[in-house]
């Protein structure tokens, strides 16, 4: 069986940026990356490695000096000095330039920088934070990656582990350009790929004893509560796992159990026509056994007489092996109806061939054999090293349900961009273990739907479910408003899915990458940017019991932020503690922000292009937003439509789409809303000509919506010139909290009395102090006092 796999890797960097010796080589990738080699045989790599695909980058800028016996390079962004002799820490160091001044900005061979750290391979049994592999991030501006001891690729698409005995580094020195840092890691390693739609919206998984019955109910029930899934997860029960012990476990399995699935392509074809994509769970480290279906076909494919019973061991070195793997066990599941494949590779990084990794073979062939026929590929898989971004999506593993576990998640989530992974799908709610909290799973859903992949899960505990009407009433109106929502982000999540894929740019980022220089963004771990538009401070700690209340450290960069939710108005500049009700989380808007939904309330199960789209514009700035739809294909062009907001002429335009329009409805709804503005008297035109709105006023904001705007027409409408968000409602939101809070009426009034009466805001926070109220009372009080300087006379 021919070996089907051919990759499109440059490896070999342009001579002219090399400089070496009969031992060294050192080649200047771009400005800031370069690449460092030392072989006793004078021997260096020219193949790709797992890291390094793509070496073949235009040559930078650089100076090569001689001094002393000493050989010196120098670019725009670092200054190296290297004696011409076996890497050692006196003989060879960079030094950071431009902007990081700090002692430690020097590195030298042998050191480790201490970087802002990358990722993980998985978060398995993890109940709190874990140690955290490097990225190509640092505050000293030096980061390396050791490629040493990867595999590699031949020109052929196959794979060889005979570099040993030679170093091989990347520097990264980048000061604090964290973005070009990145940047310089995707030109090497290879972009990420875009995403298929379907993959941004919700994904169903239990480990669950399901049956074709009962499965179709649960969608079923979830079609009639209105809540949207676009992805269908079939965890290890669809096979045979109940198998005789001569065979060992049955945790390996390519066989349908049909007294639970007993036409598997009809529930796959049902599922497909609701909307959804399918996935299974696979463990393949145990091989193929005899009572397997693809028995004989795999034994004949391997040359092998099926009839002498002995089991076809996994072994992903073997390219005949890897070929009928596909071709024989995947195939015909495949044709039932199967889109992409969950793997749960469990069994540790040694194969039969010293130095190459199961996981990394199977991430990479299993992506390259899903997007065969032009299809945008998609895998699920855990992270196996630097490069894994190029092979998405990540699964991070069967993670204890507790609060430790969850207040880790947005860190490590945003941390991995610091590598380039930027699709991390983790087991929202927890897998197993803990104790049931319905404030923990609710909090859990919340981050979910602003984390790169939400996906529902939980373990084979009868008692551990994520089904919405399995919790209380106000948890079930919060979870399943949480995941609606998350099917009407899915047109901006895509459009920043292109974003990740052509400007290196992952759609979370910790808030460092927004201010390199400011000390408090590297102190809000679980505050990060969801896209260009918005940021998030999810809430990962249990609520004040008697305010009712959770808290989140936060900070707000300059300038003027809304929180899309509450429309509390912020001033930014500073740090600050934001309090939330079970019901929402904070999630930040700067003015000028412009962020595109699905118009629909609630949304289908397939996440296609909508003809209905509502846009949230926060007043205050000028903004901008290009909306980026497609075909969901390799080979289609994508139809662009570019939105922007103009402050001064308070008119917000939408202009004709761009690109392949034939990919959009050919005319659309649009509803603007304004949060924390009332627009008294907008007017709305199409290609110049006067046109209806319809205006709904929902407390501190306003929807204008227009009907049918075609495509190829320029929408406006102008909601007055110089429009200011409404100043916040100091007095009632305080209220508010004090009304709920479960405290002695006599204090609800002193602090009512103390917080609104007459005077400064220093004169009110005095007479608060002077309550000796407790934390959590006094700093929700304080941020509606003081989210905005002019609220109140100072």
Do not use: C
């Amino acid at each position: 069986m021919p070996f089907p796999y051919r990759l499109g890797f440059r490896p070999q960097a342009d001579p002219a940026a090399m400089v070496s010796g009969d031992r060294y080589r050192i080649t200047v990738l771009t400005e800031g990356l370069v690449r460092l080699e030392y072989a006793d045989d004078g021997v260096f790599e020219d193949r790709a490695s797992t890291f390094a695909v793509h070496r073949r980058l235009p040559v930078p800028d650089f100076r090569v000096l001689e001094s002393g016996g000493h050989l010196e390079i120098v670019t725009s962004r670092f200054r190296l000095t290297y004696d011409r002799g076996p890497f050692s820490t006196s003989g060879l160091s960079l030094a950071v330039r431009g902007g990081v001044t700090t002692y430690h900005s020097v590195w030298r061979y042998g050191q480790e920088p201490a970087t802002l750290g990358g990722t993980a391979r998985t978060l398995d049994e993890a109940d709190g934070p874990i140690p955290l592999e490097p990225g190509v991030v640092s505050r000293t501006g030096v980061a390396v990656i050791d490629d040493s001891t990867s595999f590699l690729f031949d020109d052929q698409g196959w794979v060889a582990a005979d570099n040993i005995n030679r170093i091989d580094l990347y520097v990264f020195a980048y000061g604090h350009d964290y973005t070009a840092a990145l940047r310089a890691l995707y030109a090497v390693s290879g972009p990420v790929p875009v995403l298929p739609r379907f993959a941004l919206g919700n994904w169903w998984s239990r480990f669950h004893r399901y049956t074709t019955e009962s499965y179709l109910a649960l969608m079923t029930r979830f079609q009639q509560q209105g809540i949207p899934f676009s992805v269908g997860v079939i965890d290890m029960d669809w096979h045979l796992t109940d198998v005789d012990p001569a065979h060992g476990s049955g945790w390996t399995g390519y066989t349908w159990n049909r007294e639970l699935f007993p036409e598997p392509e009809k529930l796959l074809d049902r599922l497909h026509d609701n909307g959804l994509r399918v996935t299974l769970n696979v463990h393949p480290a145990d091989g193929v056994r005899s009572y397997e279906e693809a028995y004989p076909a795999m034994a004949a494919a391997l040359g092998r007489d099926p009839a002498d019973g002995e089991p076809v061991a996994f072994d992903v070195t073997d390219r005949d092996f890897l070929a009928a793997y596909f071709e024989v066990l995947h195939r015909g599941l495949e044709r039932d109806g199967v889109d992409f494949w969950w793997l749960d590779w469990q069994s540790g990084p040694h194969s039969r061939v010293a130095g190459i990794d199961p996981l990394w073979m199977l991430n990479h062939f299993h992506y390259l054999d899903n997007g065969r026929d032009g299809r945008r590929a998609l895998t699920f898989s855990r992270y196996a090293g630097p490069g894994s971004h190029r092979y998405p999506i990540g699964f991070s593993g069967d993670t204890v349900i507790s609060w430790a576990s969850l207040a880790f998640q947005p860190h490590f989530t945003a941390t991995a961009a610091n590598i380039g992974y930027g699709w991390w799908s983790h087991d929202i709610g927890g897998h197993f273990f803990g104790a049931r909290d319905d404030e923990l799973t609710t909090r859990w859903v919340q981050f979910g739907t602003f984390s790169p992949i939400m996906r529902l899960h939980s373990s084979n505990n009868p008692f551990i479910t994520k089904e919405p009407w399995t919790f209380p009433a106000h948890v079930e109106q919060v979870m399943t408003a949480f995941l609606r929502l998350r099917h009407r982000l899915v047109p901006y999540l895509h459009t920043m899915n292109h974003r990740a894929a052509t400007d290196g740019l992952p759609l979370v980022l910790p808030m460092y990458y927004r201010a390199p220089a400011a000390e408090e963004a590297y102190q809000v771990p679980n505050q990060y940017q969801f896209g260009t538009e918005l940021v998030v401070a999810a809430i990962t700690e249990p609520a004040d019991r008697r305010t009712g209340l959770a808290r989140v450290k936060a900070w707000l960069p300059e300038g003027t932020w809304v929180d899309v939710f509450t429309d509390l108005v912020y001033d930014g500049g500073r740090t600050i503690h934001l309090h939330r009700d079970l019901t929402t989380i904070p999630v930040l808007a700067p003015a000028g922000a412009v962020v595109v939904l699905d118009g629909a309330a609630v949304p289908g199960n397939a996440p296609v292009n909508p003809g209905h789209l509502e846009l949230l514009v926060v007043a205050g700035a000028d903004g901008a937003f290009e909306l980026i739809e497609d075909d969901d294909t390799t080979t289609g062009a994508p139809a662009r439509t570019r939105i922007s907001f103009h402050q001064h002429s308070g008119a917000l335009v939408v202009d004709p789409v761009r690109g392949a329009a034939e990919v959009v409805p050919a005319a659309r709804d649009w509803t603007l809303t304004f949060p924390a503005l009332l627009v008294s008297d907008p007017a709305a035109t199409v290609d110049g000509v006067p046109v209806p709105a319809r205006v709904h006023r929902d407390g501190s904001r306003t929807s204008i919506t227009v009907d049918q705007v075609p495509a190829t027409a320029t929408l406006r409408v102008e909601v007055g010139a110089d429009p200011r968000l409404g100043r916040n409602d100091v007095a009632e939101r305080i209220f508010t909290l004090l009304d709920r809070a479960q405290i002695e009426y006599r204090t609800k009034t002193l602090v009512l009395e103390a917080a609104t009466g007459p005077g400064p805001v220093a004169l009110r926070l005095s007479r608060l102090q002077a309550l000796d109220l407790d934390r959590d009372l006094a700093s929700a009080v304080g941020e509606i006092l003081l989210a905005r300087a002019d609220d109140v006379p100072l």
